[in-house]
């Protein structure tokens, strides 16, 4: 949350210098032109009356010259009067953007702060699940309630599998603060975006073999760079196949294509499976899990960091429902290197 919390003071920080620089702009094109109407009436009119009334009276006659200095005091007061008038003008408007931001700081403090609490009741409710199946598991064994050999060995397969499975969240959660964190950076450089692909669609090959689906990859090897982080970028690739092998039912088929179109390159990962339904405005949010069909699946993390990665680097995800002839897909854009 610290990330969001810098974004925000970032961006309320730009959009009050731009209102700044621009109401200033204003006051003093306005300030300008009351200086264009006031100053032939003071310098033109009244400063030389005053100074007739001192040359005909002298200082002499009292009451002349009294009139004179009040015509003169009047003259420089219409002079000084549109730059007070600016001065004060500006500083009302200052003051009403910066408790405009202000305000809007709170509430977006009050929202992050809500955010935060909901995530960190997530992430608990997210690991105490496995690890009360793995303490009720082993508590089992341990007490010798589980004689039969077979059912000794089915009890040790849950317990790893609940294991794995808190591993991987564990996992999500490191790199979901990693990314949220100020000091991460990017390993920026010059990849070959087909290769990196195929590379991660071949890992991915057993991952969808064992959930009973086929992976179809179409990618040209055909040299294409584009300026990324590669591990990075190979997570986001990573996250979006896993993502599919892990929501769609057994014989789904899951399509991996590289389009290239002028000056960028698509990364589109989708499948034959069932269309999202319910917000799919939420997926790429932290803990999110799209529609009913799909809750209590995965740490609910996987999308957000691919998002994440992808703004990091400039890079932009979408869903589109359907996709050709498929019924959705996940689109990564990267501008292409040059």
């Not at 920080?13 to 264009?36: I, K, N, P, Q, S």
């Not at 794995?164 to 950076?185: M, N, V, W």
């Not at 995965?298 to 995800?317: D, N, Q, T």
Request: hydrophobic share 50%; charged share 25%.
């Amino acid at each position: 949350m610290v990330q969001g919390e810098s974004d925000a003071r970032r961006g309320g920080g730009g959009r009050l210098d731009a209102f700044l620089v621009r109401r200033f702009l204003l006051v003093a094109v306005l300030v300008a032109a009351m200086e264009a109407l006031l100053q032939p009436l003071a310098l033109g009119t009244l400063v030389p009356l005053a100074l007739e009334r001192f040359a005909l009276s002298g200082l002499a006659y009292i009451p002349g010259a009294l009139y004179g200095l009040g015509v003169l005091a009047f003259g420089m007061a219409l002079l000084v009067l549109p730059l007070a008038v600016g001065a004060m003008l500006f500083a009302r408007m200052v003051e009403r953007r910066v408790a405009q931001v202000q305000e809007e700081r709170d509430r977006e403090r009050e929202r992050l702060y809500a955010r935060r609490n909901l995530l960190v009741t997530d992430m608990a409710h997210d690991l105490r699940t496995p690890v009360m199946s793995i303490l009720s598991l082993a508590q089992a064994l341990g007490d010798g309630l589980v004689d039969d050999a077979a059912d000794q060995r089915r009890y040790l397969a849950a317990i790893r599998a609940k294991a794995e499975r808190l591993g991987r969240l564990t996992d999500a959660l490191f790199d979901f603060t990693r990314l949220e964190s100020d000091a991460f950076r990017l390993e920026r450089k010059p990849c070959d975006l087909p290769q990196l692909v195929l590379r991660e669609a071949a890992v991915a090959y057993s991952d969808a073999e064992a959930a009973g689906m086929s992976l179809e990859v179409d990618v040209s090897e055909q040299p294409l760079e584009v300026l990324a982080d590669d591990v990075q970028l190979g997570r986001v690739v990573s996250n979006l196949i896993a993502n599919a092998v892990r929501h769609c039912p057994r014989g789904t088929a899951v399509h991996v294509r590289l389009v290239r179109r002028a000056g960028v390159a698509e990364v589109v990962v989708g499948d034959t499976g069932l269309p999202m339904e319910g917000d799919v405005d939420r997926l790429f949010e932290p803990f999110s899990r799209g529609d009913e069909a799909r809750r209590g699946e995965g740490s609910g993390l996987g999308l957000y960091i691919v998002r994440r990665i992808a703004e990091l680097h400039g890079f932009s995800i979408r869903l589109e429902q359907p996709y050709g002839s498929l019924t959705k897909a996940f689109v990564l854009t990267c501008p292409v290197w040059d």
